[in-house]
């Protein structure tokens, strides 16, 4: 989970040195979440798996700020949500940057069919975010995965966790839990949940198929 330290520390981050200068080491809390603001920026290609929530660098406002401020207790207009909810779009229109660009990053997105279905922020504001993952679902260096509800359990339902390969350098693996935020770089590790994740791909629903199920709950959100 983000910190209003690591809000504050975004653009200082962002102005550093390139991630091929920058060493990748295994940490927990806000040193973790700093980490992976800088490899969200660089990295090559990103595995993603959300059980619950959509994914942080695909979210729109509104869904961002009920997100956040349901998880943390946070009132409408607090100051400590203004700052999560800055930093998270700062995240998402750098991410989304990144994409337009000549040499854009390969995103692999595992999400459960019951995080596409919760109606985060009220029926506006879900349609609004549906739409923006069917925009991106049709980019050819994203892909989307949804594992159905009637698949029954699967490791992915444990927690969040994201896979990131840099140009040069090892992968890490990045966790968001309850006890904290975690990154890790052994090989091991990095290797057996992206074999993880490969296996749930193979269990979930992408391309039309994908596009065609948040279409049409984006629609039903209309009635």
């Given amino acids: 989970m983000q910190t209003a330290e690591g809000c504050r520390n975004y653009a200082d981050l962002m102005r550093g040195p390139g991630m091929g200068s920058v060493e990748i080491n295994d940490a ?45 207790q946070l009132a409408p207009g607090a100051t400590e949500l203004t700052e999560r909810v800055g930093v998270r779009m700062q995240r998402a229109r750098a991410f989304e940057s990144r994409l337009k660009g000549t040499r854009p990053p390969r995103l692999w997105a595992v999400i459960d069919e019951a995080a596409v279905r919760r109606v985060v922020g009220g029926p506006a504001v879900m349609r609004e975010q549906l739409d923006h993952l069917v925009a991106v679902s049709k980019l050819d260096t994203i892909t989307l995965a949804i594992v159905p509800l009637g698949h029954g359990a699967y490791p992915g339902l444990t927690g969040s966790l994201e896979i990131h390969q840099v140009a ?18 052994d090989p091991e590790l990095v290797r057996r949940h992206r074999e993880t994740v ?26």
């Fill in 28 to 72: 927990r809390g806000p040193e973790a979440f700093n980490q992976l603001m800088r490899l969200e920026q660089e990295s090559t290609e990103i595995f993603q798996v959300q059980p619950n929530f959509l994914p942080g660098l695909l979210q729109v406002e509104g869904y961002a700020a009920s997100m956040i401020g349901g998880i943390a």
């Fill in 168 to 185: 040069e350098g090892p992968a890490a693996v990045f966790f968001e839990g309850v006890n904290g935020d975690e990154i890790d770089t």
């Fill in 198 to 223: 490969e296996s749930m791909l193979t269990s979930a629903v992408t391309g039309a198929e994908a596009t065609a199920l948040l279409e049409s709950i984006s629609g039903s959100l209309s009635s």
